[in-house]
Protein backbone atom coordinates (compact mmCIF):
# COMPACT_ATOMS: atom_id res chain seq x y z
CA UNK A 1 0.00 0.00 0.00
CA UNK A 2 0.88 3.06 -0.30
CA UNK A 3 3.46 4.80 2.53
CA UNK A 4 3.47 8.84 3.18
CA UNK A 5 6.28 10.02 4.79
CA UNK A 6 5.98 14.28 6.36
CA UNK A 7 8.77 16.14 7.26
CA UNK A 8 9.51 17.99 9.75
CA UNK A 9 7.43 17.06 12.51
CA UNK A 10 7.62 20.44 14.12
CA UNK A 11 8.59 23.61 12.59
CA UNK A 12 8.91 26.94 14.52
CA UNK A 13 9.30 30.02 12.47
CA UNK A 14 9.17 33.87 12.99
CA UNK A 15 6.41 35.68 11.78
CA UNK A 16 6.75 36.64 8.19
CA UNK A 17 9.23 33.89 7.35
CA UNK A 18 8.69 31.06 4.86
CA UNK A 19 7.61 27.53 5.81
CA UNK A 20 8.07 24.29 3.87
CA UNK A 21 6.56 21.30 4.52
CA UNK A 22 7.54 17.95 2.67
CA UNK A 23 6.18 14.66 2.00
CA UNK A 24 7.73 11.79 -0.01
CA UNK A 25 5.07 8.92 -1.46
CA UNK A 26 5.93 5.11 -2.46
CA UNK A 27 2.68 4.50 -4.99
CA UNK A 28 3.67 5.62 -8.44
CA UNK A 29 -0.02 5.62 -9.28
CA UNK A 30 -0.69 8.23 -6.91
CA UNK A 31 -2.65 11.53 -8.73
CA UNK A 32 -4.09 13.65 -5.95
CA UNK A 33 -2.44 15.29 -3.31
CA UNK A 34 -4.09 17.51 -0.87
CA UNK A 35 -2.44 19.11 2.28
CA UNK A 36 -5.21 19.74 5.59
CA UNK A 37 -4.73 22.31 7.97
CA UNK A 38 -5.69 21.57 11.32
CA UNK A 39 -6.00 23.60 14.74
CA UNK A 40 -6.11 21.76 18.08
CA UNK A 41 -8.92 20.16 18.68
CA UNK A 42 -10.92 20.86 15.36
CA UNK A 43 -11.48 18.93 12.19
CA UNK A 44 -9.15 18.96 9.39
CA UNK A 45 -9.42 21.61 6.82
CA UNK A 46 -8.55 21.17 3.12
CA UNK A 47 -6.18 24.25 2.25
CA UNK A 48 -4.76 23.64 -1.04
CA UNK A 49 -4.54 20.50 -3.16
CA UNK A 50 -2.65 19.13 -6.51
CA UNK A 51 -2.80 16.81 -9.00
CA UNK A 52 0.07 14.83 -10.77
CA UNK A 53 -0.65 16.27 -14.18
CA UNK A 54 0.12 19.74 -12.49
CA UNK A 55 3.84 20.45 -10.92
CA UNK A 56 2.78 23.54 -8.92
CA UNK A 57 -0.03 25.24 -7.98
CA UNK A 58 -0.76 28.74 -5.93
CA UNK A 59 -3.18 30.44 -3.90
CA UNK A 60 -1.78 33.55 -2.16
CA UNK A 61 0.65 32.76 0.56
CA UNK A 62 0.43 29.10 0.08
CA UNK A 63 2.12 26.89 -2.60
CA UNK A 64 2.25 23.17 -3.30
CA UNK A 65 4.64 21.96 -5.73
CA UNK A 66 5.14 18.06 -6.82
CA UNK A 67 8.21 16.20 -8.88
CA UNK A 68 6.70 12.70 -9.53
CA UNK A 69 9.74 11.21 -10.66
CA UNK A 70 11.05 12.06 -7.15
CA UNK A 71 7.82 11.28 -5.38
CA UNK A 72 7.71 14.00 -3.46
CA UNK A 73 5.69 16.93 -2.97
CA UNK A 74 6.29 19.95 -0.53
CA UNK A 75 3.80 22.85 1.39
CA UNK A 76 5.14 26.27 0.76
CA UNK A 77 3.82 29.38 3.35
CA UNK A 78 5.31 32.36 2.59
CA UNK A 79 4.53 35.44 4.74
CA UNK A 80 3.96 33.14 7.74
CA UNK A 81 1.54 35.01 10.65
CA UNK A 82 0.36 33.34 13.99
CA UNK A 83 -2.79 32.64 12.52
CA UNK A 84 -1.21 30.18 10.90
CA UNK A 85 -0.01 28.07 13.72
CA UNK A 86 -1.74 24.89 13.39
CA UNK A 87 -0.78 20.97 12.26
CA UNK A 88 -0.39 20.41 8.59
CA UNK A 89 -1.07 17.06 6.93
CA UNK A 90 -0.33 16.23 3.78
CA UNK A 91 -1.87 13.33 2.08
CA UNK A 92 -1.84 10.66 -1.10
CA UNK A 93 -4.24 8.85 -2.99
CA UNK A 94 -4.80 6.70 -6.03
CA UNK A 95 -7.35 4.84 -7.20
CA UNK A 96 -5.00 1.46 -6.69
CA UNK A 97 -5.91 2.32 -2.88
CA UNK A 98 -9.58 3.17 -3.65
CA UNK A 99 -9.11 6.75 -3.47
CA UNK A 100 -8.22 6.30 -0.21
CA UNK A 101 -6.12 9.41 1.20
CA UNK A 102 -2.99 8.50 2.63
CA UNK A 103 -1.93 10.94 5.22
CA UNK A 104 1.57 12.05 6.89
CA UNK A 105 2.28 12.22 10.48
CA UNK A 106 1.39 15.58 10.47
CA UNK A 107 3.68 18.97 11.29
CA UNK A 108 3.29 21.15 13.84
CA UNK A 109 4.14 24.42 12.58
CA UNK A 110 4.69 27.22 15.57
CA UNK A 111 4.78 30.90 14.10
CA UNK A 112 6.16 33.33 16.80
CA UNK A 113 4.97 36.61 16.67
CA UNK B 1 -19.91 23.68 -0.18
CA UNK B 2 -19.69 20.45 1.74
CA UNK B 3 -20.75 19.81 5.13
CA UNK B 4 -20.28 16.95 7.44
CA UNK B 5 -21.87 17.51 10.63
CA UNK B 6 -20.92 15.11 14.07
CA UNK B 7 -22.67 14.79 17.18
CA UNK B 8 -21.77 14.55 19.68
CA UNK B 9 -18.76 16.99 19.93
CA UNK B 10 -17.85 15.59 23.10
CA UNK B 11 -18.81 12.49 25.53
CA UNK B 12 -17.43 10.69 28.48
CA UNK B 13 -18.61 7.57 29.80
CA UNK B 14 -17.88 4.98 31.83
CA UNK B 15 -16.01 2.06 31.42
CA UNK B 16 -18.34 -0.87 29.91
CA UNK B 17 -21.10 1.22 28.45
CA UNK B 18 -20.88 1.94 24.64
CA UNK B 19 -21.00 5.45 22.88
CA UNK B 20 -22.96 6.23 19.68
CA UNK B 21 -20.84 8.68 17.05
CA UNK B 22 -23.16 10.36 14.19
CA UNK B 23 -21.80 11.81 11.08
CA UNK B 24 -24.50 13.05 8.64
CA UNK B 25 -23.74 15.37 5.04
CA UNK B 26 -25.83 18.19 5.21
CA UNK B 27 -26.03 19.13 1.56
CA UNK B 28 -24.68 16.14 -0.37
CA UNK B 29 -25.22 11.87 -0.59
CA UNK B 30 -22.22 10.55 0.69
CA UNK B 31 -21.69 7.16 -0.97
CA UNK B 32 -18.62 6.38 1.03
CA UNK B 33 -17.62 7.61 5.05
CA UNK B 34 -14.86 7.19 6.62
CA UNK B 35 -13.55 6.89 10.11
CA UNK B 36 -10.61 8.03 11.89
CA UNK B 37 -9.15 7.67 15.08
CA UNK B 38 -6.52 10.59 16.19
CA UNK B 39 -4.28 10.63 19.34
CA UNK B 40 -2.96 13.45 20.38
CA UNK B 41 -0.16 15.00 18.46
CA UNK B 42 -0.68 12.27 16.11
CA UNK B 43 -1.58 11.84 12.59
CA UNK B 44 -4.95 10.72 11.42
CA UNK B 45 -5.59 6.59 11.54
CA UNK B 46 -8.35 5.06 8.86
CA UNK B 47 -10.10 2.37 11.28
CA UNK B 48 -12.50 1.79 8.65
CA UNK B 49 -14.43 2.56 5.52
CA UNK B 50 -18.07 2.53 5.03
CA UNK B 51 -20.67 2.20 1.86
CA UNK B 52 -24.00 2.88 2.36
CA UNK B 53 -25.66 -0.11 2.24
CA UNK B 54 -23.00 -2.29 2.54
CA UNK B 55 -20.66 -3.89 5.61
CA UNK B 56 -18.29 -1.58 6.27
CA UNK B 57 -14.34 -2.23 5.56
CA UNK B 58 -12.09 -2.23 8.61
CA UNK B 59 -8.35 -1.87 8.54
CA UNK B 60 -5.96 -4.20 10.05
CA UNK B 61 -5.96 -4.20 13.74
CA UNK B 62 -9.11 -2.43 14.27
CA UNK B 63 -11.77 -4.38 16.08
CA UNK B 64 -15.16 -4.77 13.78
CA UNK B 65 -17.42 -6.31 17.17
CA UNK B 66 -16.05 -3.49 18.85
CA UNK B 67 -16.72 -0.55 16.76
CA UNK B 68 -19.63 -1.18 14.83
CA UNK B 69 -20.43 1.20 11.98
CA UNK B 70 -23.50 1.60 10.52
CA UNK B 71 -24.17 3.81 6.97
CA UNK B 72 -27.89 2.66 6.53
CA UNK B 73 -28.40 6.06 4.57
CA UNK B 74 -26.70 8.12 2.19
CA UNK B 75 -26.67 10.57 4.71
CA UNK B 76 -26.19 8.62 7.62
CA UNK B 77 -23.30 6.53 9.04
CA UNK B 78 -22.56 5.79 12.99
CA UNK B 79 -19.86 4.40 14.63
CA UNK B 80 -20.36 2.90 18.03
CA UNK B 81 -17.79 2.34 21.01
CA UNK B 82 -19.07 -0.77 22.40
CA UNK B 83 -17.45 -1.80 26.02
CA UNK B 84 -15.48 1.19 26.31
CA UNK B 85 -12.43 1.01 28.03
CA UNK B 86 -9.97 4.07 29.13
CA UNK B 87 -7.92 2.64 26.12
CA UNK B 88 -10.65 4.06 23.67
CA UNK B 89 -10.10 7.30 24.70
CA UNK B 90 -9.49 9.34 21.66
CA UNK B 91 -10.22 11.94 19.17
CA UNK B 92 -12.94 10.15 16.45
CA UNK B 93 -13.31 11.66 12.97
CA UNK B 94 -16.12 10.81 9.76
CA UNK B 95 -15.48 12.20 7.02
CA UNK B 96 -16.95 12.04 3.64
CA UNK B 97 -16.80 12.03 0.06
CA UNK B 98 -19.87 12.67 -2.35
CA UNK B 99 -18.72 10.39 -5.04
CA UNK B 100 -15.80 7.64 -6.79
CA UNK B 101 -12.32 8.90 -7.40
CA UNK B 102 -10.96 12.09 -6.16
CA UNK B 103 -13.49 14.01 -4.80
CA UNK B 104 -12.37 16.27 -1.56
CA UNK B 105 -12.77 14.94 1.40
CA UNK B 106 -15.06 16.94 3.96
CA UNK B 107 -14.53 15.94 7.74
CA UNK B 108 -16.52 16.13 10.29
CA UNK B 109 -15.96 18.06 13.37
CA UNK B 110 -14.79 15.41 15.67
CA UNK B 111 -15.68 13.65 18.71
CA UNK B 112 -13.56 13.72 21.62
CA UNK B 113 -14.36 10.40 23.65
CA UNK B 114 -13.46 10.57 27.54
CA UNK B 115 -13.89 6.68 28.87
CA UNK B 116 -13.44 6.81 32.99
Known amino acids: GENVEQHPSTLSVQEGDSAVIKCTYS??????FPWYKQELGKRPQLIIDIRSNVGEKKDQRIAVTLNKTAKHFSLHITETQPEDSAVYFCAATSSGGSYIPTFGRGTSLIVHP | GAVVSQHPSWVICKSGTSVKIECRSLDFQATTMFWYRQFPKQSLMLMATSNEGSKATYEQGVEKDKFLINHASLTLSTLTVTSAHPEDSSFYICSARAGRGNYGYTFGSGTRLTVV
Open chain 1, 27 to 32: DSASNY
